[in-house]
């Protein structure tokens, strides 16, 4: 049996609550942001409201534009803003976390049925169209405990993640940062900086070697999907690598525009180009500083202070490969150094079980989720 979202509840979308309205007191705001990150410092609003509006822990929510997901509330009460859904299951019965769940595998169809260039949203009437499986309840809360396991030790797995990142810091601190005087250097005594060859855009094609823009770079840095839209002919590659504009393993590329300062160490085997301008690249000079040190101090809001203006306190909006040449680094002596990368590599190689583990878990959930819903 199946049945439409539409025959399961009405969907309240939230109020148009206006920045004047926001407040320091009362009840807090659930905005987009704070489902996507239910840690984000809310805005407040002290005064009458619709009743409708108001959401309590547990409540199922469906941001239906922007960035367009079904989240569970998890905190207390608190108002909701608009573009925002919140259910009531009053037209059948459900178990609300198998609705979660047939919901969430049907995101991509809600993708599907996006409009809007700038701002992708659905439409409500074609959000009540999507038909889901409709099974007795007994069965319905079996599918939702078996996911709501696995979904909870992916969780879990990703909550070690943090912990054993917290710890890298927390050693970075320890050694260098709590530490007596350490001196410093600027990275263009230690690095050449510069950036890619020019690519044309009429130079791109449609296969051959991947070609990054930052949004590429980050969602590499970030284990997430590369979704390459343009690439490099290989044969234009090949004169590249001979030109000696093809980065080599163990040099660094930094984002120089849009979030600034993420940065990826090239690795052996990779083959990609990237867009010159918006990516910067550094490439060894000498032996002074080892690369996994150099990649945690990039991390530390020590080095990240730098990337914010002098005048106004905000983020840099970009920064210019003459700027990277005049960051500061920390630069310990090289046995402390080495110490510290010694122990990253061993955290970061119970990080990659760790991940492992994530994957597996997540691929058996996907699976599960196409044979209860696909």
Known sequence: MKITLGEVGTYINGYAFKPSDWGTSGLPIIRIQNLTNQNTIPNYFDGPYNSKFEVNKGDILIAWSGSLGIHVWQKNKALLNQH???VEFNKCEIDKMYFYYAVKYNIHKMLH???GAT????????????V????S????????????????NIINYRTILSKLDLLIKSRFDELFLNTHSIETMEIGELFEVGSSKRILQSELTTYGIPFYRVTDLINRINGRPVDIKQYVDELKYMTLIKEKYVPQAGD????ARGTIGKIYEVKQNDKFYFQDG???WL????????????????????????FYSSNNGTTISYLSITDTRHLKVLLPALNLQLKFAQEVYQINKLKSDVQKSIDETQLLMDSLMQEYFG
């Open 84 to 86: 925002i859904f919140r």
């Open 278 to 280: 918006m990516i910067t």
């Open 283 to 306: 490439k060894r000079k000498n032996n002074y500083i080892n690369n996994l040190f150099f990649m945690e101090l990039v991390k530390t809001d020590w080095f990240r202070r730098q």
């Open 113 to 115: 049925l996006t409009h």
């Open 119 to 130: 701002m992708r949203h659905i439409i409500k009437s074609d959000f009540e169209k999507i």
């Open 252 to 255: 660094f590329l930094i984002t």
């Open 137 to 152: 309840l007994v069965v319905q809360a079996k599918i939702s405990k078996i996911l709501n396991y696995l979904e909870q």
């Open 132 to 135: 889901i499986p409709y099974p």
